[in-house]
């Protein structure tokens, strides 16, 4: 286990490297191989494909080391989610550019989902039945996310996710004014 583990983080830091250097669908797998000194047969005995070696990334860097029992508050979470995200930042903002089948972007939505799901629950104060609500602002937590590691004015992490914070507080604000306004105008008549 722990030779194959020396292989699957050698090939991790080639491929690394090498997306500094190229875009990811330039890099072949006989560039990673030979990047690290392995061979074809090595990589795909570890792994299906390219993308495959990128999710292996996010998940032995990140995923694994996540457990939301540890989680009091989700900001926090939040916070740490972007924290990681920025630091690794290049490596995420080439992954990202993926979109379609088997991309980074699709597998990233679907590991991410019960983090954002936990969040929007914890920010929001709703429960596990409010499926509909809870995807909606999952998804709008990934694009938000998303979008802020591809911005080349990457605000830092703490900043970003204060805005989120006074964003989701603001427009809950204002729409339960406008309900208030519709139900005082409503008794009126």
Known sequence: MADSNITRNA????????????KL??????????ACGMNRNSFYYHFKDKYDLINWIFYTEFVSNIHLEEYKDALQLLEDICDYLYQERDFYRVALKMEGQNSFQEYFSEVMDPYLKYLADQIMGVGKEEAFFLRFFGDAFLMAIIRWVMDENIMQPREFVRQLDETISLGAKKILEVKQKKAADSSVL
Do not use: V
């Not at 090939?11 to 250097?21: D, G, H, P, S, T």
């Not at 330039?26 to 560039?31: A, E, G, P, V, Y």
């Open 25 to 34: 669908s330039k890099i072949s797998i006989s560039d990673i191989c030979g």
């Open 11 to 22: 090939m991790a830091a080639a491929m690394k490297a090498l997306m500094k250097e190229k």
